[in-house]
């Protein structure tokens, strides 16, 4: 239920990672493309702004600069195609207060946007900043570092999960329970599982819109920041909110209930995403499309795979070929393999 320290080798399946965002100001929002093998990206209306030639691309640009791949090593473009940081790193992640996660040989440092070494590559496991601080791993246990390098809280967690709106999910002995970003236990651990999403562009999740998902008893409910049973544990799965809704899973399928846990989409969809731009994405029998916060189908079932929108776009997967749409359903871009 949380964010493994996954890798940005980027084929075809990076596309398909949660949420896709840019930073060009003057375009808005850019987004990868991967037509003939090689990954550029384009904005919102379709029109290509970085040319395809790159080995792997990030999802995303941050702060100004994605990573992307040449041959078999990662460096960061600016949001016109120039290289910012020449290719050098194993992987490297995204921007966030000023540093980015980049893996040399089989350790993980920070670097700044100007490619200096800001922390040393000599951590065997990370997380991107949020915060001002960083989840890291020097061994069995994970901790917390500054945009310094100094360790603030202590590596005793089995789990640690980034922080967001001022607290983060940690796992000690087998219990879930949050911490502030001084390292005191705000609510104990208590709950036998806790979401955490970690790759999100928009940020990481512990909390959003003041609720986390946790787990009792296999069953799944809310909290609020002071530990109390928001939405008592009933549901099978349950997410984060996102514009006021959260799926839910009812007897093998999801619906989405309000914040008071309140049904407000009845459960039939396989499978369920996050609002974004006041639409979700919903598969059922196999095949994707997007409904509305009433649970109205506002672009019918007929993807093989759907992403959330994001940026006024999003990916959808027609038979073997990726295409962008937007919230009328229409093709801005492709299809392509």
Known sequence: MRKALVSLVCVLACLWVGYIWGQKESAGPLFPIFPGGKYGYIDKLGTVVIKPQFDGAAQFFSGGLASVMVGNKWGYVNTEGAVMIQPQ??????FSD????????????????????????KLQKVQTFSDGLAAVSTGDKNGYIDTTGKMVIEPIYAWACSFAEGVAAVQVRGKWGYIDKTGKTIIEPQFDDA???????????????????????????????????????????????????????????????????????????????????????????????????????????????????SGGLALVKMDSKIAYIDAKGKVVWGPAD
Not at 89 to 94: I, K, L
Not at 225 to 245: D, N, R, T, Y
């Open 89 to 94: 790193f194993d992987e490297a992640w995204a």
């Open 98 to 121: 000023g540093l980015a996660a980049v893996r040399v040989g089989e350790k993980w440092g920070f670097v700044d946007k100007k490619g200096t070494m800001r922390i040393e590559a």
């Open 195 to 309: 979401r955490c999403d970690d790759s999100r562009p928009d940020g990481p999740r512990s909390f959003a819109e003041g609720l986390a998902p946790v787990s009792v008893n296999g069953k799944w409910g809310d909290i609020d920041k002071a530990g109390k049973m928001v939405i008592q544990p009933q549901f099978e799965v349950a997410q984060f909110f996102s514009e006021g809704l959260g799926a839910v899973m009812v007897e093998g399928k999801f619906g989405y209930i309000d914040k008071t846990g309140a049904m407000i989409i009845k459960p039939r969809f396989d499978e369920a995403g996050d609002f974004g731009s006041g639409l979700a994405a919903v598969q059922v029998n196999g095949k994707w499309g997007y409904i509305d916060k009433q649970g109205k189908d506002v672009i019918k079932l007929q993807y093989n795979r759907a992403e959330g929108f």
